[in-house]
Structures are given as C-alpha cells and as structure tokens.
C-alpha cells in the first residue's frame, strides 16, 4: 500500500524561468479548487484566474487547468496552475496549494511520485514509466527520439506477445501434468520444442535490440589506442572538429585520457584518446599507459591505430569481445585513395581529413547503429537482465524437455520463471523495493 494522499510539487526546472508550473494530483481536488478559486474547474478548460493566499492576497495572475480523473496522466484529478516563473512567485503559488489542501492533506510530492502513480493506476506500464525519464536525461536526439518509442509502449507490446506465447506453452504443458510421461513423448514433445525454439530466437533478438538500447541511452565509449605517434590525437581532433589535445611529433605526447563528446547521426559517442602504448622509462609516461590500459578494458569499441607508412604490430592485449576497427592513418603521405584494405582496415589521413565519414559510419555499422530504425528504442540494464534470466529458463525449460522422460512439471516451472521474469519488465510482477528504486531517480514533480 502507498501513502495516496494529494501531492503537489512544481514540475518546471529549478531556477528563474518565463513560466513555472504547480502540478497537483489527488483522487478528489474539489475541495481544493473550492478553497482556491470558491468554485469547481471543468475538465480541461483552460481558466485565466488570480491565485490567492488563505490570507485572500493575490500572489499571481496565471492559467489554470483541471484534468478529471481518470482521464490524466496520474489516473487522478490533477490541477495545473501555470504562473510567472520566478523564484519567489512559484515557491509561494506551491505554498498556497499546501495552505489550501490542508483539509484533504496536499503533501510534497517525493521524486516520480506523478509517474508512479500512473503506474499503480494502469494509465502505462512500468517500462513506459522508464521512459519518461530517459527522455527528460536523454543525452542526444536519437536517445530522446528513442525514448518516445519506448514511452508509446512499443517494446511493452513485444514483452506482452512473448509472454502470451510463454502462457500458451504453459497451458499445453501442464494440460500433460495428468498423462503418463510416454503420452507426451508421443504427442506434444516436438511441438513444444519447436514453440521453446521460437521463443528463444524471439528473446534473443529482443536481447539484441536491448543492447543497442542501452548504447542509445548511455553513449558508445569509443578508445583511441595504439603505438605513440600514429596520429591517435590528431584523430580525436579530426572526429571532434575542434583542437582539443595536443598534438606534435614528438612521441608520448598525450598522458593524461583525454575524453570528449561527439554525435555521429544523432548518437552520442565520448571519443577517448590516450596515451601512446610502448616500453618506457618515464615515469610520467608509464602512468599514462597504464591509464590506457585501463581505458581499453572498459572500452565499447577500440580505435585501432596505426601510421601506415611503418605498421608495426602493437604490443596490446585487447579485451575479449570488444569490437576494434583498425584505421591506417597518415594516408596522405602515400597519396593512396582507397578508403578500405583487404583486410577490412580503414585508410584515413587525420591532418588532411581523408577517409573521416567512411570511419564515422563504420564506428556506428560496427555498434549496430548504422541504420535509422523507425522501431529503435532505448533501454536499460534492468531490462537486459530479466531478459536474460527469461532465456536462460527457456533453455533449461528445453533441456528438461529434450531428456528421455521429461518431467512436465519441472518444465512447467521453468515456463512460469520465464514469464514471471518479462513481467518484471512491465511491472506486472514487482516487489515495492524495486518500485521505489525505480522512482528515486526520477526529478522530483515527474
Ligand atoms: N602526414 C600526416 N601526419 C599526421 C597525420 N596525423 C598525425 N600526423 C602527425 O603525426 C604526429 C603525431 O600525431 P599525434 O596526433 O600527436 O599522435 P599520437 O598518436 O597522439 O601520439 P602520442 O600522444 O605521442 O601517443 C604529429 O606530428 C602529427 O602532425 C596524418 O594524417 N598525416
Ligand atoms: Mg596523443
């Protein structure tokens, strides 16, 4: 159970600003207008009105807007007052409202508790609730342009089409519990490991899309390594179109990780160049390395770089998994005009910004990002995990179903934790900690 008294908070950004924005939401606010402006709004009229103390002094002139329950964004009466946006103006304006609701008990709002409430009351579901704050911290157009898909509900509908195929299983499944284990050998066994087969190759490419969700939200962290003086600065430059590090001809130049953030196609991408890898003596410069280094492990993509005038094979050990695109630079200086090797390396000439759009497209082919999907969607880790966890008993659920005589209610189980994992997602299935963990993170009047 939740505290469902009124809460009121403002809902526009803290600072000075042209218009502020009171938001209240509560199950009955008639009281409440009756208090304010000695009479009952209609439902989505705009009103111009003056908003007075309990002392009748009017602190401002503004718009007022009621949306009946249900039909709102909480599932509640909520009352917008729209007023001047000063600091001052809208702080009292949010006094006023408490002052006024003291007879229904107006409290402030804690952070998301608007959205959580359109949550409990089935106005969306709870990964459309996600998304509500990854469009407010969206860090570069395709993350937000993402985030309304995912908030129009569109990945909510894949979960629920695979749950529905995980409950048919289910019924199918348990319909056996009652037969002997040689009835379902004969009649449903290949069924079901063909309808496990569909369901596992739908999860995984729903994993897939999720992955490049997350990037979405989060950005790519591409590393720039490779040997000294290959030109690793001078690229960082040439994506960044700016001179952000220094850059001479003098190996081991670059020490400190040097990071910046560019868009590629709407994307966010943090470029980060680092520190020549070599044998060295100076001190400075091995702490340098070792920041590289470390760099690299965490790296969602590598730079490879090399001067293709003297390719050497870099003393690196590179992470397992992580995608590295190998980019022979200084191509001016052999005047070559191909763009690409045989061995799919990229030609590219830092200085004489040759070859950059082939390298920016192939940082976005590389990440699965090259193309702009209508049904791209951001995401996030929480959902991966369920994700995972609902494939991993489908697995078991065919282990169990492939052995010589299968234990239908074993495999039952398995169907029931992989369901109960994608409403996880959706919120249909979640503990109240998870809910409030959740919530917290959202901006307090969300
Ligand atoms: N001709 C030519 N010279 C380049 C190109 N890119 C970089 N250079 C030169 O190569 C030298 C090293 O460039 P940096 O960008 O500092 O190389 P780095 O890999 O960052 O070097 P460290 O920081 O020392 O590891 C400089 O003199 C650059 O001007 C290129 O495309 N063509
Ligand atoms: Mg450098």
Not at 137 to 164: M, Q, Y
Not at 429 to 436: G, M, N, P, V
Request: proline fraction near 2%.
């Amino acid at each position: 159970m939740y505290d469902n008294s009124p809460i009121v908070a403002i809902s526009t950004a803290t600072g000075k600003g042209a218009i502020g924005i009171v938001r209240i939401s509560g199950k009955d606010l008639s009281i409440l207008m009756m208090n304010l402006f000695g009479k009952k709004l209609d439902d989505r009229r705009v009103y111009y009105l003056p908003f007075k103390n309990t002392k009748n002094l009017i602190i401002d002139k503004g718009i007022a807007i009621f949306f009946k329950s249900p039909k709102s964004f909480t599932g509640e009466d909520i009352l917008e007052l729209q007023c001047h946006g000063g600091i001052v103006v809208i702080h009292e304006i949010l006094n006023l409202c408490i002052d006024h609701g003291k007879d229904i008990g107006v409290r402030i709002s804690e952070p998301g508790e608007f959205t959580k409430r359109a949550f409990l009351n089935g106005r969306i579901d709870l990964a459309q609730a996600e998304a509500i704050a990854d469009i407010i911290d969206a860090v570069s157009i395709e993350a937000s342009r993402s985030a309304l898909i995912a908030l129009s509900g569109e990945p909510s509908k894949v979960i629920n089409k695979l749950s529905d195929e995980i409950i048919k299983l289910r019924v199918i499944v348990e319909a056996n519990i009652d037969f002997s284990e040689e009835d379902i050998i004969l009649i449903e066994k290949d069924k079901i490991i063909t309808a496990l087969e569909k369901i596992s190759q739908n999860l995984t490419t729903f994993i897939e899309k999720t992955k490049q969700g997350i990037t979405l939200k989060n950005g790519i962290n591409v590393v720039i390594a490779g040997e000294p003086n290959v030109g690793k600065s001078s690229i960082l430059n040439a994506l960044s179109e700016e001179e952000i590090a220094i850059v001479t001809d003098i190996p081991g130049t670059t020490r400190d990780k040097i990071i910046n953030e560019i868009s590629i196609n709407g994307i966010l991408i943090n470029i980060i160049d680092t520190a020549g890898i070599r044998e060295s003596n100076d001190y400075i410069e091995n702490i340098g390395i070792k920041k590289s280094l470390e760099e690299i492990e965490k790296a969602d993509l590598i730079l490879l770089i090399k001067d293709i005038t003297e390719q050497k094979k870099p003393n690196i050990i590179f992470p397992n998994g992580v995608p590295i695109i190998t980019v022979l630079n200084k191509a001016d200086i052999l005047e070559k005009k191909i763009h690409i090797t045989k061995n799919d390396e990229l030609i590219v000439s830092a200085t004489k910004k040759i070859g950059l759009d082939v390298l920016r497209k192939t940082i976005l082919e590389t990440m699965g990002l090259n193309k702009t999907e209508e049904s791209r969607w951001i995401s996030r880790e929480r959902h991966l995990f369920c994700l995972i966890d609902a494939l991993d008993h489908i697995k078991t659920a065919t282990i169990y179903t492939l052995e010589k005589n299968p234990q239908i209610d074993l495999i039952a189980e398995e169907l029931r934790l992989s369901h109960k994992n994608l409403a996880k997602i959706t919120g249909q299935f979640i503990t109240d900690d998870i809910l409030d963990n959740i919530f917290s993170k959202f901006c307090i009047g969300k």
